[in-house]
C-alpha cells in the first residue's frame, strides 16, 4: 500500500468514478491508475469499486467503508507535511481561504491587507464561493479557512466559531416613500418588490423565514449572489434591497438610504471555520486572530487539534 494508491482512490470517488480525469487530475495514465487500484484490491483482498467491463460504477461496501479511512490518512499526512514547513519556513508558504463574495468584499480586505503586509513571503489565495462550496473545500483540504454565514456550523467535521453577528438591513433610493415612516414595518416593507440574496447566500433563508413567521409573502423580483448588484438594481428603481450592512457605506452609495428602524430580520452569526484535525502553519492561526482577536492561537489550536466534542 502506498499513498499513490490512496490518493487515486480519492480522486476516483471525487470524479465520479472517471478514470480519464483521475488520471489527468494526477498527471498519471489511465493505464497506471487501473493497475494501482488492482494493486490494491489485490493487497487487501477485496474489491473497492462495481464494475461493468472496464468501467468504474461506483464503491462496492468495502470501497464505502475505506473511503474516509483513506481521506484521513491523506490529511494526515499534509498535516505532518505542514509541520516540518512550520519550523523550516515559518513566515513562507500558502494559506488558501475560501469565503463568499461578501464577505471578500467587505468584511475582511482590510484584513488581508494587514497580514499581507505582516507575512509578505506568504502566498494568500482568497477563493470566493457560495456557503456549501466553502464547507466543501475545507471537508476536501482544498482550504484552510473558511468564512462564511451559512453552511459551517452545520458540518461536525468542522471546527466553527463566530466571527461577528449582524441583521439584515434595509436600502432604499433617495426619495423612496418608506423614508417617510417613522418606523416601517416588515408589512410596509413587503408592500414594495424586493431585491436580495440569491437562497444559498447571506442569510437568505432567515429572511423568507421571518416573512413567513410574520404570515407575509413578499415580492422577490430578483436575487443576486453579490451585494454591489442588488444595489444597483435598487438604484434603478426595481425594487427595495435586503442587504448586508457591511455591504452599505453612506458616502459610496450616494443615492441610496438604509431604514433606520430597529432590526426588522434575526440575528446571523458569520463563522470562521477550520477543518476538525487540520494542522495550521503559525500564520494561519494568525488571520483567524486578525479577524476576531478573542480567537488566539491556544484557543484555536485546542478547538480544531483536541478531541471532539
Known amino acids: ?14 470524479r465520479d468514478f472517471n478514470l ?5 487530475a494526477l498527471y498519471t495514465s489511465q493505464s497506471g491508475v487501473s ?3 488492482r494493486d490494491l484490491e489485490d493487497e487487501l483482498g477485496v474489491e473497492l469499486f462495481v464494475r461493468r467491463g472496464k468501467r468504474l460504477l461506483g464503491l462496492t461496501g468495502p470501497g464505502r467503508e475505506l473511503l474516509p479511512i483513506v481521506e484521513r ?3 494526515d499526512a499534509s498535516n505532518i507535511k505542514r509541520l516540518a514547513e512550520q519550523f523550516t519556513a515559518r513566515d513562507e508558504g500558502t494559506l488558501t481561504i475560501a469565503t463568499t463574495h461578501t464577505q471578500a468584499r467587505y468584511r475582511i480586505a482590510d484584513i488581508v491587507s494587514q497580514f499581507v503586509a505582516a507575512y509578505p513571503k506568504v502566498r494568500l489565495e482568497l477563493v470566493e464561493s457560495n456557503p456549501q462550496s466553502v464547507t466543501g473545500m475545507l471537508l476536501a483540504g482544498e482550504a484552510d479557512i473558511g468564512i462564511a454565514t451559512e453552511s459551517l456550523g452545520e458540518e461536525p467535521d468542522l471546527v466553527a466559531f463566530p466571527f461577528y453577528r449582524w441583521h439584515h438591513a434595509v436600502v432604499v433610493p433617495a426619495g423612496h416613500p418608506l423614508l417617510e415612516l417613522e418606523a416601517p414595518t416588515l408589512a ?4 414594495y418588490p424586493l431585491v436580495t440574496y440569491h437562497e444559498a447566500f447571506a442569510g437568505r433563508r432567515r429572511i423568507n423565514e421571518t416573512f413567513r413567521g410574520a404570515g ?3 415580492n422577490v423580483i430578483l436575487s443576486a449572489v453579490d451585494s454591489d448588484v442588488i444595489k444597483r438594481y435598487v ?4 425594487g427595495v434591497g435586503i442587504v448586508s450592512p457591511i455591504a452599505f457605506d453612506a458616502a459610496r452609495d450616494a443615492s441610496l438610504r438604509m431604514l433606520h428602524c430597529g432590526p426588522l430580520f434575526p440575528e446571523n452569526t458569520t463563522l470562521i471555520a477550520v477543518r476538525r484535525g487540520h494542522f495550521l502553519r503559525a500564520f494561519g492561526y494568525r488571520f483567524i486572530e486578525l479577524c476576531a482577536p478573542e ?3 491556544p484557543t484555536v489550536r485546542a478547538a480544531v487539534l483536541g478531541p471532539p466534542g
Open 295 to 297: 480567537l488566539d492561537v
Open 35 to 37: 493497475k494501482h487500484i
Open 216 to 218: 407575509i409573502a413578499p
Open 188 to 191: 410596509d416593507v413587503a408592500r
Open 235 to 238: 438604484e434603478l428603481g426595481l
Open 73 to 75: 490518512m491523506l490529511h
Open 1 to 14: 500500500m502506498n499513498f499513490q494508491q490512496l490518493r487515486i482512490i480519492r480522486e476516483t470517488a471525487r
Open 20 to 24: 480519464t480525469e483521475v488520471a489527468n
